[in-house]
């Protein structure tokens, strides 16, 4: 079913990616990665100087001397500015089949973790008492920076976890998670095509947590949040 979503939404990005502008010749390109990462970071996560895309495939931007990176160059490909100063140039950003499915590989890892703030939270196990030792403390170092969400981002997911509980499902809710990630950067009709397909489509009657993490790639994905105006 995942893989019916992305076919449809890759095409969909595809087709409007080479749609002409009214005013010119220059087909719509990607906004890039900076300001991917960058509208995410202030939209959806809590410590957001910290937050990296890059982190869920395998590249972490050093923070504080700490950092790890398994495949540098990746985000190269979904559009960054290179040169000096006074004279870089936008490279990689115009749509094509490898750096799509990059954005899909990567916003499919944000989505699991998205739709995971439905699962119960563990409780703390108690922490053992350190035995007394002669030698100083070393704490050492951690890559697992993994961001949190914000508050307000959480609120809006919240109401989604009861999507397969049998209760009727609430548009507001939808609208909810819609507007947290795209704000009102895409018009009306937009949310009414993403939110009647998962109403009346087959993700209706998914888990409350496959159907969560589909929409927030669907709405990741959507031309007017990944795509220059």
Do not use: H
């Not at 190269?76 to 004279?87: N, T």
Request: aromatic letters at 10%; hydrophobic letters at 40%; proline letters at 9%.
């Amino acid at each position: 079913m995942k893989i019916l979503l992305i076919l449809t939404l890759s095409t969909l990005l595809a087709t409007l990616a080479t749609v002409t502008r009214a005013d010119s010749s220059v087909t719509s390109q990607y906004r890039g990665y900076a300001q991917i990462n960058s509208m995410l970071a202030e939209r959806v996560y809590e410590n957001r100087s910290d937050f990296e895309l890059s982190f869920y495939i395998g590249e972490r931007n050093a923070v504080n001397g700490s950092g790890f990176f398994s495949f540098p160059g990746l985000t190269q490909l979904l559009g960054m500015y290179d040169g000096a100063i006074l004279d870089s140039k936008m490279r990689n950003s115009e749509p094509n089949a490898i750096n799509l499915i990059i954005w899909q590989l990567v916003f499919g890892m944000l989505g699991d973790d998205i739709a995971a703030i439905c699962d119960p939270q563990p409780v703390p196990a108690p922490q053992p008492q350190p035995s007394p030792s002669p030698g100083p403390v070393v704490n050492m170092p951690t890559t697992d920076t993994k961001p949190t969400f914000r508050p307000e981002f959480v609120a809006a997911v919240k109401p989604l976890c009861a999507w397969n509980s049998g209760e009727p499902r609430d548009p507001a809710a939808l609208f909810g998670l819609w507007t947290s990630i795209l704000s009102f950067d895409a018009p009306e009709e937009e949310f009414q095509a993403w939110s009647d397909f998962f109403l009346n489509g087959p993700y209706r009657d998914r888990p409350a947590r496959e159907a969560i993490a589909a929409m927030s790639v669907a709405a990741m994905m959507n031309p007017y949040f990944l795509l220059e105006k």
